[in-house]
């Protein structure tokens, strides 16, 4: 019957899709897993955290980045296949935005921006990330 065929539709989209679910929260904490592993100790208490990998899910890693921030004191620059999330915690002042299109290219706001590059665009601008970080400790 139709009823019945929409029915194991219905139920086979539901299996799919929580399959999905579970395959992104799993990548999700592997991100996150591999982010925390990259923490660098800039001093007063202030992280950098910096991870490329070529072959991720964007969505995966822009989720992961929003976790890490969490924490106090973050800065996080992060990308996968050309896409790049550069983020901070709210409690630091740096202009994550601006840093983007300095590096790469992109926008958002002055905590959290997203945009395109390359590892190369994370290697420049963890170098101004320190390098800010330097002159205020001095």
């Known amino acids: 019957t139709l ?3 929409l029915s194991a539709i219905r139920q086979h989209a539901c ?3 929580t399959c999905q679910i579970q395959t992104l929260t799993a990548h999700i904490q592997h991100l996150i897993g591999m982010l925390k592993e990259k923490r660098e100790d800039l001093g007063n208490g202030v992280s950098l955290i910096t ?9 995966a890693l822009m989720n992961a980045v929003q976790k890490m921030i969490r924490d106090r004191r973050t ?3 992060a ?3 050309g896409r790049l999330v ?3 915690s709210q409690d630091l002042d740096e202009d994550m ?3 983007i299109r ?3 290219k992109g926008g958002g706001r002055p905590e959290f921006a997203s945009g395109s590059g390359s590892e190369e665009s994370i290697l420049k601008a963890a170098v101004k990330v320190r390098m800010s970080f330097n002159a205020i400790k001095q």
């Open 3 to 5: 009823t019945g065929a």
């Open 15 to 17: 299996q799919v899709l």
């Open 51 to 59: 991870l490329w990998t070529e072959n991720g899910n964007a969505d």
């Open 75 to 77: 800065v996080v620059l």
């Open 79 to 81: 990308g996968t296949a």
């Open 86 to 88: 550069f983020a901070r």
């Open 97 to 99: 935005a601006l840093l």
């Open 102 to 104: 300095e590096t790469g």
